[in-house]
């Protein structure tokens, strides 16, 4: 089982639809996580970092997280074309640097 | 604002050649890390680097080794390259605590191994 998993679609919605991307984690005793978004060709750059249960809303992305459950999604809100792109989740497993990275999910929003 | 730079950009080798891809961060980072990156396969951390004076294996190590130079440089080398090691290299560094967890990554390492 790979340390972090996530459906790699890819993920079709319609503009202005809410994208839901979804990622489980097999490490119980991690502590940080993490939403990239890369474009093709170019690096990941961080969205957003979520560290307790529950959600963390900025703008129009909203990151939950349920420790118990070991998931940890990403909600976009009135999807945009140019949000079209790989979304990466991150987890550094046993509380340390040790950052590992889900395979990611490709988002396609139709204009 | 130079951020993460990495050297070079691309590189055709040819199997059996040896070659050194170098990095280095001017945010006075502990953390620095590679990673590869191949087709549906996502992000695979190599090694990475906590502090000065360390290195861990990651995901993938077999077939690179590090060397972290000093806080700023950490660099990753194939001894003798193989073509299964033909893929995309970010090298990346990341803050503490308070300096925040972001990762910043670097442009990219496009490396083909014939």
């Known amino acids: 089982q790979k340390e972090v998993e996530q459906n790699s679609g890819p993920l079709s919605v319609p503009e202005g639809a809410i994208a839901s991307l979804n990622c489980t984690y097999s490490?119980?005793?991690?502590?940080?996580f993490f939403w990239y978004r890369q474009y093709s060709g170019k690096s990941p750059e961080l969205i957003m970092s979520i560290y307790s249960n529950g959600d963390k809303e900025d703008g129009r992305f909203t990151a939950q997280l349920n420790k118990a459950s070991q998931y940890v999604s990403l909600l976009i809100r009135d999807s945009q074309p140019s949000d079209s792109a790989t979304y990466l989740c991150a987890v550094d497993p046993g509380g340390g640097f040790k950052t590992i990275f889900g395979a990611g999910t490709r988002l396609f929003v139709k204009a | 604002n130079a951020g993460v730079t990495q050297t070079p950009k691309f590189q055709v080798l040819k199997t059996g050649q040896s070659m050194t891809l170098q990095c280095a961060q001017d945010m006075n980072h502990n953390s620095m890390y590679w990673y590869r990156q191949d087709p549906g396969m996502g992000l695979r951390l190599i090694y990475y680097?906590?502090?000065?004076?360390?290195?861990d294996k990651g995901e993938v190590p077999n077939g690179y080794n590090v060397s972290r130079l000093n806080k700023r440089e950490f660099s990753l080398r194939l001894e003798s390259a193989a073509p299964s090691q033909t893929s995309v290299y970010f090298c990346?560094?990341?803050?503490?605590?308070?300096?925040?967890?972001?990762?910043?990554f670097g442009e990219g390492s496009w490396l083909t191994v014939v």
């Open positions: 680097s906590a502090s000065e004076g360390t290195t």
């Open positions: 490490d119980r005793v991690s502590q940080s």
């Open positions: 990346a560094s990341r803050g503490d605590g308070d300096s925040g967890n972001t990762i910043y």
